[in-house]
């Protein structure tokens, strides 16, 4: 059981760490980045690759960090005219052509059958149950430095500036900013930070595949955000957290209605996500830690 | 707040009732914890259609050995989980079943990227795993024995066709086919049984977007073949019949049965795919373990995989019992003397099984899928394939063997 807490709350990080990365996008500065899980796959293989051609799991890190920023750029810089749906269906194919790439190129890729084997750092020496509580401080001590950060952000004048592009980027260019600047300032900063997840992700399962990219993911990062609070990054990390809890404990409730079949009591999982995303919405669409609107100071 | 307060009375039934559903179990089951075993078939996602039946396939297999008195004097219980036939969402299931559950073994993962990504917790916490997915990697990690599968890998589908075609005689075979993850191991194990029939082999990989393969037909007939085995998809593969036809080719046609299907039939002209054989991998539906499948689920024709799945739980079932242990390790252990032991009495069901080996003799099962014997690797090293023929423009079958 243990084990298992350890796991999910290791998962949870993963998720808390995507959860910052579309709440800095999505509630900081209004796009709607439903390519989430691309950036996720690009640092999950970037680190993937990086490590298996024989450097170090930092700089495989690294290297998902720097290759998620530059997807950031070249997606904003490609699609600056776009706002609203048109950018959720632009950022949401790319997800697909990251998957559809990784799943065609098998010279770098290895296709479907995905890379297994990447290195997962120190579990030699710790041992599997060492390593698993190592990962995840690890994880966790990311999100919490992350979190640090982006609160400090959404704090600065700078965060200001963000949320005034968010509710109204004409007037804030009339206000003489360069709205183009910031939003690929912080779409790079979200993708560096998904492409982080990603990495964390794949040396934590030793494995990645293009099947783990699936749409799915930002989905429920998605939903993650709204629940936990849009426009605040405490309300991303709660939120992440409680998805998985919520995901895993309805795993338990056969226990209690043993009369399902199997296959109606998967499907009630997959209805009892949307029926929470449906009363969140309902009931407390603000999330459950509110958006803060802190005054700026008076000079 | 206060209209959520909980009276004396209230907590004093809802504290029995809890304490009486904990204590059920182990009234019910008399001695020890029952032994648990989970299924991580696809429920929901693209293999939807599939694991629900295979989930009630392994339920209708334990409840059977339940009512005849269990496995070392305990009750067997099936977890179900759904791996959403997705990785990510597999390792969270299967992270459960082990860490919770504690289950000896997890049967029916389907999409060889969620075994790949579930085979590296059970090898690691010593569960054992089987499972219905074909790729040729997933038995090439270092699973330590802790996995086992009956889908027959494309290196024994390509001896099969190999075989076939020593079988019907042909001495110089040339193999065609696009680009595929499989078309190089396809071929070397088409040679390998040609060569040792005393033939020759060559082939040609080609472009399967190009809307004419002449000169790709031309260097075929220069090898003057006596049969040709297509590698490729349905699409492809009808443009190269065609070419073949026109050509003049005379001789013997070989082609997967999803290339060469009924939809392909139909849409060219008779004489071009007249006598051409399709292989493919098939249920033994002549085996009487496969008649008491059809029986004990009620579905008359039940995919491979409901068939796999069902050989999965009877041999981890009688590995236990032979090992007087329920543990992975114990399974991993002992499932090659239930499945393919020399000297043992024929078995097709765990029931009869289980009760030979309480009376000490060795069981051998042949299962609904095949005979179910494993190589070192975890590949079944034979399996049943289905072999048909064109006939007067129809899809006729020669033979299940």
Redesign the interface.
């Known amino acids: 059981?243990?084990?298992?807490l350890i796991?999910?709350l290791t998962?949870g990080g993963v998720y808390a760490l995507l959860a910052l990365s579309l709440n800095l996008i999505w509630g900081g500065i209004g796009l709607v980045n439903l390519g989430l899980v691309g950036f996720f796959a690009l640092g999950a293989y970037a680190s993937a690759l990086l490590t298996g051609a024989g450097l170090p799991v930092l700089f495989g890190w690294g290297g998902a960090i720097v290759v998620g920023a530059v997807a950031g750029l070249v997606v904003t810089l490609a699609t600056a005219r776009l706002r609203d749906d048109y950018l959720a269906i632009v950022t949401l194919g790319l997800a697909e052509v990251i998957r559809l790439v990784a799943l065609n190129e098998?010279w770098l890729t290895n296709?479907?059958?995905?890379i297994?084997g990447i290195q997962a750092p120190l579990k030699s020496a710790l041992g599997?149950q060492g390593f698993n509580l190592f990962y995840l401080a690890m994880v966790s001590a990311v999100v919490l430095v992350v979190w640090l950060v982006l609160r400090r952000l959404d704090r600065s004048p700078y965060g200001r500036a963000m949320k005034a592009i968010r509710e109204d980027q004409e007037l804030v260019g009339f206000a003489g900013k360069n709205v183009l600047g910031f939003k690929v300032q912080a779409f790079a900063v979200s993708a560096a930070i998904a492409g982080l997840a990603g990495a964390l992700y794949a040396h934590f399962?030793?494995?990645v595949?293009?099947?783990?990219f699936?749409p799915?993911?930002t989905i429920y990062i998605f939903l993650a955000v709204a629940a936990g609070g849009v426009g605040r990054p405490a309300g991303g990390v709660l939120g992440a957290y409680v998805v998985v809890f919520f995901?895993?404990l309805t795993?338990f409730l056969?226990d209690l209605v043993p009369s399902l079949?199997?296959?109606q009591?998967?499907?009630c999982?997959?209805i009892l996500v949307g029926v929470a995303l449906i009363l969140v919405l309902r009931f407390r669409p603000q999330g459950l830690l509110p958006e803060q609107i802190v005054p700026a100071p008076k000079s | 707040m206060s209209r959520y307060t909980i009276n004396r009375r209230h907590f004093l039934g809802a504290s029995s009732l809890l304490l009486g559903g904990a204590a059920l179990p182990s009234f019910a089951w008399g001695e020890g914890e029952p032994i648990k075993i989970g299924?991580l078939t696809p429920?929901?996602g693209s293999g939807g259609p599939y694991?629900?039946v295979m989930?009630?396939t392994v339920k209708a297999v334990v409840d059977e050995i339940n009512a005849a008195g269990g496995i070392l004097g305990r009750k067997i219980e099936v977890v179900?989980?759904?791996d959403?036939?997705?990785?990510?969402?597999g390792?969270?299931?299967a992270?459960?079943l082990i860490?919770?559950d504690a289950v000896s073994a997890i049967v029916g993962t389907w999409?060889?990227?969620?075994t790949?990504?579930v085979a590296?917790l059970c090898w690691?916490?010593k569960t054992f795993l089987a499972t219905v997915s074909g790729?040729d990697?997933i038995t090439e990690?270092p699973h330590q024995g802790y996995l086992a599968r009956t889908q027959p890998n494309t290196t024994l589908q390509g001896r099969k066709f190999g075989e076939f075609a020593v079988a019907e005689s042909a001495k110089r075979v040339f193999f065609v086919s696009p680009q595929t993850?499989f078309a190089d191991s396809q071929f070397q194990n088409i040679t390998k049984a040609i060569e040792a029939g005393g033939g020759e082999t060559a082939s040609l990989i080609y472009d399967d977007k190009k809307p004419s393969y002449r000169s790709e037909v031309d260097e075929l007939l220069r090898f003057n073949p006596d049969a040709v085995i297509f590698g490729g998809y349905a699409p492809d593969t009808t443009v190269m019949l065609k070419e073949l036809y026109r050509a003049g080719y005379q001789g013997k046609k070989i082609a997967f049965a999803y290339a060469v299907n009924e939809k392909l039939v139909d849409s060219v002209s008779a004489e071009i795919v007249e006598g051409c054989y399709t292989i493919a991998p098939s249920s033994d539906e002549s085996s009487t373990a496969y008649q008491r499948l059809v029986e004990l689920i009620g579905v008359d024709k039940p995919d491979p995989y409901t068939v796999q799945v069902y050989d999965q739980i009877n041999l981890i079932l009688m590995a236990m019992a032979a090992a007087g242990e329920t543990t992975g390790t114990a399974i991993k252990d002992n499932i090659r003397k239930v499945s393919q032991a020399a000297d043992g009495a024929k078995v097709d069901n765990a029931r009869d099984g289980l009760k030979l080996i309480a009376e000490g003799k060795a069981v051998n099962y042949d299962g609904a899928s095949g005979p179910c014997d494993f190589t070192d690797k975890g590949d079944i090293s034979d399996s049943s394939f289905r072999y048909e023929q064109v006939r007067g423009g129809r899809l006729t079958l020669v033979k299940i063997a």
Do not use: C
């Open positions: 059981m243990l084990a298992y796991f999910a998962i098998r296709g479907s059958d995905g297994s599997n399962q030793s494995y595949s293009p099947d783990h699936q799915l993911i995901l895993e795993r056969p079949a199997p296959a009591f998967a499907a999982r997959e | 299924t429920l929901t694991g629900p989930a009630d179900s989980e759904d959403q036939t997705n990785p990510e969402a390792v969270r299931a992270r459960k860490d919770v999409a060889s990227s969620v790949t990504a590296p690691e916490s790729a990697s990690l993850p």
